[in-house]
């Protein structure tokens, strides 16, 4: 009897998706309606700055920046762990699997806590529609099944879900654009888009707030694989999301605070928080304001969705290079990763029954699962992710000296320089303000246990990866072993496929 390849039982489906629909991957976990309901009021109150949408455009263009060296990077390296082979690629594979560990943390932490607002929202728009009472972990695991079913089916099939999702995400926050402009009771002010609104004291705050808006941006590249054309897609993608994301999040913040008024969309933030959004529509229409609440719902349920995916591909691409143990690069007949979907589905649950359990009599009351599970997991996960953005366009700078000198400097040098600049600045800016990002609703440890179970990931990860190369444990898709040098331009490099190294003008 002929057995299967094993290359064929740790591949996953090639070919399956395109530019749009790796943009809607993209902007589903960025979550648009999420942003405009929960981040931006929360960066108006935080921050007591009008000047939000500036921030958006800053923060959007260090992104941007960032953008050019990693899209460039992606269309000469697949691979479904982006960060664990970008960094390996420019600066060893022992950083490279430190950032590996580090990104499967932040990705895990990011997706499980959003089970916490998730399960608060949908059990509070049930609740005013019906007047039913539902417990927020019975919605969150109504939820956590469907993205489990969704995670394991074809990549395409979850693809066209978030498509329908973001779209309707896209038509709500324009529709609450447009009525914040035709509303607009102190007139269609630019106060907030003065710079005195932006560069002054809570600068620092305002940007660490405007960054879990772009949180998600950067996983374009882990469906490198099952792109259908890797050399263009993820590029164009990435870089289609980061334009639209930074301008839609800067327009629909402006005409939030010229709908509900300048002189008191601070005030009012500070007082509502992320009910804002539902209170102002409200006032003119309650009815609306209840559909709102549901669609804010559904687009949490988007960004689960992508946060699994994501997650999910990186068990898959750890234990196709031998980090973690090879079962994890088990694909099903979808060609999806099921085990890194089933480990993702099983840490969730274990982390959302906990969190479950302590909110029982908590004094914090309906508010328990945002409060903790959401603020706590996610504003790590978002430190995580920014920190590796960081080293990563260090990869990035060096990848290219080495292997594409013929590139324009700006893509080579100066763009990656700038980003890199730009987020090791964000990351101590959040590191400087993460007690005022998680609130005082858990020990004081808080401040530092978060950020340190994010960067100890990254020092296991170190420590484990200097384990394994020193034993000859990491291979390639081929099961060839891995030296752990910087790569040099052969692909033949923790699980990435062979494929030519396509030609592109620099």
Known sequence: MTQTPHVEETSLKTGKLGTGAVAFMIIAASAPLTVLAGGTPTSYAVSGLLGVPLGFLAFGLIIGLFAIG??????????SGAFYEYVSQGLGLRQGIAAA?????????????????????????????????????????????????????????????????????????????????????????????????????????????????????????????????????????????????????????????VGIGPSQVIDQAREYGPDLLFVWIGQHSPAIANLVHVLFATSILAALLAFHNAAARY??????????????????????PIVGSGAQSVLSLLVVAIFAIAGLGSELGELFPVLTLFTWFTNAAGFGIV?????????????????????????????????????????????????????DTGPAALVWVMPGVVLGS????????????????????????????????????IGAPKTPTPTLNP
């Open 70 to 79: 990693y899209g460039r990077m992606s269309a000469y390296i697949r691979n």
């Open 101 to 257: 560990i580090l990104a499967l943390v932040s990705y895990n932490l990011m997706q499980i806590g959003l089970y916490g607002i998730f399960g608060f929202s949908a059990s509070a728009a049930i609740a005013a529609m019906t007047g039913v009472v539902i417990p927020w972990w019975v919605t969150g695991g109504a939820a956590w099944l469907l993205v489990g079913l969704l995670g394991m089916s074809n990549i395409d099939f979850s693809a066209k879900v978030l498509a329908i999702l973001v779209t309707i995400e896209f038509i709500v926050v324009i529709g609450a654009s447009i009525f914040g402009f035709a509303t607009a009771p102190e007139g269609i002010s630019t106060a907030p888009l003065a710079p005195d609104q932006f560069l002054t004291g809570g600068i620092g705050v305002l940007l660490a707030f405007t960054m879990a808006a772009f949180m998600g941006f950067e996983s374009g590249a882990i469906y490198s694989e099952e792109a259908k054309d890797p050399e263009r897609t993820i590029s164009r993608a990435t870089n289609i999301a980061v334009i639209v994301v930074a301008l839609f999040y800067a327009v629909s913040a402006w005409a939030m605070a």
């Open 315 to 336: 068990f898959f691409a750890l234990g196709r290079s031998g980090v973690l143990p090879e079962v994890f690069a088990k694909t099903g007949k979808s060609g999806a």
């Open 387 to 439: 920190f590796l953005m960081a080293v990563t366009s260090i990869a990035v700078i060096r990848w290219a000296k080495e292997h594409h000198p013929d590139f324009h400097p700006f893509v080579r040098l100066v763009a990656p320089a700038l980003a890199a600049a730009g987020l090791a600045v964000v990351t101590v800016l959040i590191l400087m303000n993460f007690d005022i990002m998680i609130g």
């Open 458 to 493: 990254g020092l296991i990860g170190l420590i484990w990866g200097e384990f394994l190369l020193k034993r000859g444990r990491i291979r390639s898709v081929d099961g060839e072993l891995d030296t752990g040098d910087v790569v040099s331009e052969s692909d033949e490099r």
